[in-house]
């Protein structure tokens, strides 16, 4: 181990894992229920393709989803997310209608909706983002 003196400054490498070591530890602080002060909010527009009951979500998403779709009228609705118990719940998991009213967000960051909708619908997420290396 090498300490520096406060003015000095540590070589490239020494600075590289420093830096490595703490976007590890900013990374790992949402599973333990704490936020980096810097909450980045992203936006990204969704298909929920015609008799497809899954849609991925962004890459960079990490939670706090927040998803509407657009009816008939064009008016924005928003789509009720449900907890892992009460999509269990639904028993017929495989009805059609118009358009979507309740999706469940699995471990693999995959949205499921029901019922499953009957023609293509455009829909809206706002998110919480991975957060920036330093």
Partial sequence: MQVLDAIEVPDAADQKHALDALDMLLKELPW???????IVSGQADLTFTAATQTVSLPSDYVGNAMITYLDASSNEVPLKLLTR????????KTDTADYPTHGFIDNFDVLWLWPI???????KLVYQQAIDDT
Avoid at 117 to 123: D, F, K, L, P, T
């Fill in 85 to 92: 118990e009460k999509w269990n719940a639904i028993v017929r």
């Fill in 32 to 38: 333990h229920g704490y936020q980096w002060p810097k």
């Fill in 117 to 123: 909708q009957s023609a293509n619908v455009s829909g």
